[in-house]
């Protein structure tokens, strides 16, 4: 692997490419009957901007899954991005957070209208073997 621009290396993983809406068990059914459904992350959105593994974090072989809770609007516009778990490394968890701000989103959907909501992505950071 070599550094990429900002001393930072690009990640030797296939980070989670799937989101988790944040909904109550046995809600995912409804939501599918009543034509409701959460904001996604757009993929192709993710696969050009994966997140980086930091320099010093890859040096020292450090790995973790960052857990990210995204709020989306209803335009799909990213509100606002917090760790809701984290790895245990500041730097993975920054890395994490500023991959998702370049990340685009899809809104939810209830009743075919666009709204606001909230989801989980996780990002692995780990070592092919």
């Known amino acids: 692997m070599s550094p990429t621009s900002g ?3 690009r990640t030797a993983f296939a980070p ?3 989101a ?3 909904a109550p068990a046995g809600a995912m059914a409804t939501q599918a009957e009543s034509g409701t459904f959460g904001p996604s992350v757009d993929i192709r959105s993710k696969r050009m901007h ?4 930091p320099v010093a974090a890859f040096r020292a072989g450090a790995s973790g899954t960052v857990q990210l809770r995204v709020s989306v609007d209803a335009k799909g516009r990213l509100e606002d991005v917090e760790i809701e778990s984290s790895s245990g490394r500041e730097d993975l ?3 994490a957070m500023d991959a998702a701000r370049q990340w685009t989103y899809a809104p939810g959907q209830r009743d075919g209208m666009p ?3 909230t989801l989980r992505i996780p990002v692995d950071y780990s070592f092919d073997p």
Do not use: E, N, S
């Not at 994966?50 to 593994?53: A, D, K, R």
């Open 50 to 53: 994966p997140p980086v593994y």
């Open 115 to 117: 709204v606001a909501g």
């Open 20 to 22: 988790t809406l944040i």
């Open 93 to 95: 968890d920054a890395a």
């Open 16 to 18: 989670c490419l799937a």
């Open 7 to 9: 001393g930072l290396w």
